[in-house]
C-alpha cells in the first residue's frame, strides 16, 4: 500500500477508535442513569413505608405528643421517619366562620395584612356570598354576575368551602395572598369550631380576642408551663374556657360574639409523617378526629418531598 493509503487507513482506524470510546461512555452514562432511577425508585418506595410507619404510631391513641418515638432514624441503614401531632383548631376555621357571619373578624385579620378598610370589607363579603346558598349580593360582595364579567362562569360554588385552595377563587383573595402569601397557616376546614386556646398562637387569639399581640402571649406561656416548653410533663393546659378568658380580659356575657370566636381541647388532629431513605423523602399528611376515641379520617395526602 502506498503511503497515502496507510494514512488514511491510520485516521480511519483513529476515528473508528474514537466513536467506540464515545459509543462506551455514552452507555455506561445511560445504564448509570438506569441505576440512579431504579435506586431512586427503591428509596422512595422504602420511604413511603417509614412514612406509613410514622403514620401508624401517630394514630395510636396512646402515643402523645412529643413522645420520642415519634422520631427515628438508623445511622446504619440511613432511613427513619418524623412525625408531628398538630391539632386542627389552632387555626380559624373559615366555614364557621362565614356560617356564623363573622366579618369583622375577616375585616380585621385582613387590615392587620395590609389591605385597607374598604378593601378587607369587599374580601369579607366576597368569601360570605361564596358559601352562602343564593345568588343575592352582598353589600361588597360578588355573586355569579360579578364574576361572569371576569370570564368566570359557574361560580360562585354556593357551599362550604372543601379546601383551601379554593379560597383563592373568591374575588379579591389574590390582593390577600399579596400581602399575607402564608395565609394558609391562619385557616382550616377541618377543625370542629372555635379556635382553641390550648393550641393557637397568641397572634391569632390576640385577633380573635380584639387585643394586642402581647396581651395575648400568657396564653400560650401559661400552656407551656414552667419550663417553656410544649409537651412537656410541666403543662398546664386550661379546662375551663372562661378562665382563659377572663386572662384575656374578654367577659363573655358584654361580648358572647368574642367568645364564641374559641373553644378548647378540639379533637381534631393534623398527623404529619415523613419518611427518609438514603436521600428520598415522602411525606404523608393525615387528618384525623376524635383520634384517642373512634376516630375518623378526614383526609389524607401523600407529597414527594424534593
Known sequence: ?????????????????AILALASVAALKVVAFDLD???????????QQLAEMGIALGANPSIERGDPILSQWSEE????????????AGKFNINVLVANEDK?????????????????????DALADW???????????????????????????????YNLEEMRLVRGMDLV?????????WFTIWSAGGLDVNEASAELIAVAAEIHP????????????????????????????????ALLGVDSNLRPDI???????????????VGRATGSRRKITLVVRNRTGQPAILERTEEVIP
Open 1 to 17: 500500500m502506498s503511503k497515502h493509503s496507510q494514512g488514511s487507513a491510520l485516521v480511519a482506524v483513529i476515528w473508528l477508535i
Open 131 to 161: 358559601v352562602d346558598p343564593d345568588d343575592e349580593e352582598s353589600l361588597n360582595g360578588a355573586e355569579v354576575a360579578s364574576y361572569e364579567e371576569a370570564g368566570r362562569i359557574n361560580q360562585p360554588f354556593n357551599r362550604p368551602f
Open 259 to 273: 367568645a364564641a370566636r374559641f373553644t378548647i381541647n378540639d379533637t381534631t388532629t393534623r398527623i404529619e409523617s
Open 104 to 124: 369583622n373578624l375577616l375585616k380585621s385579620m385582613f387590615i392587620d395584612w395590609g389591605l385597607d378598610i374598604d378593601q378587607s370589607a369587599a374580601v369579607a
Open 37 to 47: 432511577v431504579a435506586s431512586a425508585k427503591i428509596n422512595g418506595f422504602r420511604a
Open 177 to 185: 395572598e399579596a400581602y399575607r402569601p402564608d395565609w394558609r397557616n
Open 77 to 88: 441503614n440511613y432511613e427513619g421517619f418524623d412525625v408531628k401531632l398538630v391539632s386542627e
Open 214 to 245: 402581647e396581651a395575648a402571649t400568657i396564653i400560650p406561656e401559661t400552656v407551656r408551663g414552667p419550663d417553656g416548653i410544649r409537651d412537656t410533663d410541666d403543662d398546664t393546659p386550661f379546662s375551663s374556657l372562661q378562665e382563659a378568658l
